[in-house]
């Protein structure tokens, strides 16, 4: 059934349908959205009266009541489906009475909410983002110390995770493990704002768009708080970023087209349960055209890599670092015009690689 409990939203149908009216309805309206929504579910709409089936029209319902914008269609058609205890037939083949009990009290529950007076229409304004920073903006962190209740899953590099990003000659050297690990509690790190990227804000409405801070890493780690001047030193370090197509049918490996290195990345936040003791930010200008003039010297990829929170961004871009360093290989910082990062491996190999990784661990 795709669910996980008798809620009314313990199911994937019910997630689905919410976080799409949460989505859609503030960029287009009630109108538009409710007819968006119905567009999107229309295999489920004009299948079987099942659990699924269900399951989108109690959703659909107790959101537009929630929101002050239930319509006449959607009421009476969530009235029937209740009265009918239209999909408890799924829930009775389970075997489980007190089940049922639950999920009949659920529609009950759902019937007195949409008979009563809905609340005033309130569909609030879209959150789209914009940038934290701009161009040339350095934001120095210091980080957490080991005695942070999570100190083991930041801030530190253990082993490595994909020798097989890597060509073969240079996989097979890698350790799986690094000994000692590489640590970075209770130091400084620093970042730059090298530009702003836009994303889609919606899946289903066009024209919208969150515009994200784009960052480079400084390759930074000291006890001492840096200077604009000690970070002019400084170059950047890189990370591998996948170009994966998207798999077509359950079941199906997602096909890899290209292993590349990348130099920018977007933050979805800076400072999340403390795990950083101080942030502060500087602007340097000329910084962000630094790091744009040493960057068009080389051949990597343009892209950025994907989102991720700051301890995961330190984890992925200083890695490459301790893995190659743990193998006596340079990895390019961007300083030296004539060196550059070691081949990676194509998207075939990598796709093979994993799929003899995944078997091998199954057995």
């Not at 008979?115 to 962190?141: A, N, V, Y």
């Not at 400084?218 to 990370?239: A, I, Q």
């Not at 994966?244 to 997602?254: D, H, T």
Request: hydrophobic fraction near 35%; glycine fraction near 4%.
């Amino acid at each position: 059934m795709g669910a996980w409990g008798t809620a009314l939203y313990s199911n994937d149908i019910s997630c689905d349908v919410r976080d799409m009216c949460n989505e859609v309805y503030p960029l287009v309206g009630k109108e538009a959205g409710q007819r968006l929504v119905l567009e999107e579910f229309a295999e489920i709409i004009e299948g079987d009266i099942d659990n699924e089936y269900s399951n989108f029209w109690f959703a659909l319902a107790d959101w537009q009541w929630k929101h002050g914008v239930l319509t006449d269609e959607v009421k009476e058609r969530t009235i029937y489906l209740i009265k009918s205890r239209a999909g408890i037939e799924e829930w009775e083949e389970s075997g489980n009475k007190s089940d049922v009990k639950k999920r009949i009290a659920v529609m009950d529950k759902l019937f007195e909410e949409i008979k009563s007076l809905q609340p005033t229409e309130r569909i609030s304004k879209p959150k789209i983002k914009k940038p934290k920073h701009k161009p040339g903006d350095i934001i120095i962190f210091r980080t957490c110390t080991k005695e942070y209740e999570y100190a083991d899953t930041v801030w530190n590099i253990d082993h490595c995770s994909c020798n097989f990003y890597y060509s073969p000659e240079i996989a097979n050297r890698i350790p799986e493990r690094i000994s000692p690990p590489y640590e970075a509690y209770d130091k400084y790190i620093a970042i730059l704002c090298v530009g702003t990227e836009k994303l889609p804000y919606s899946h289903y409405v066009e024209g919208f768009y969150n515009e994200y801070s784009v960052y480079a890493f400084y390759d930074y780690v000291s006890d001492k708080k840096p200077t604009v001047e000690d970070l002019r030193k400084c170059g950047f370090l890189p990370n591998i970023k996948l170009n994966s197509e998207e798999p077509k049918g359950a079941y199906c490996w997602a096909k890899t087209i290209s292993v590349e290195w990348v130099y920018k990345f977007i933050v979805f936040y800076l400072n999340k349960e403390n795990n950083i003791q101080s942030m502060e930010k500087v602007h340097c200008p000329s910084e962000s055209e630094r790091f744009n003039y040493l960057f068009s010297r080389k051949n990597y990829f343009e892209d950025t890599a994907s989102p991720m929170e700051m301890f995961g961004a330190f984890a992925s871009f200083f890695e490459e670092k301790v893995r190659l360093s743990s193998i006596g290989e340079q990895y390019d910082n961007l300083l030296d015009e004539n060196i550059v990062n070691p081949k990676l491996s194509s998207g075939e190999m990598y796709d093979r690689n994993l799929k003899l990784l995944v078997k091998n661990n199954r057995e």
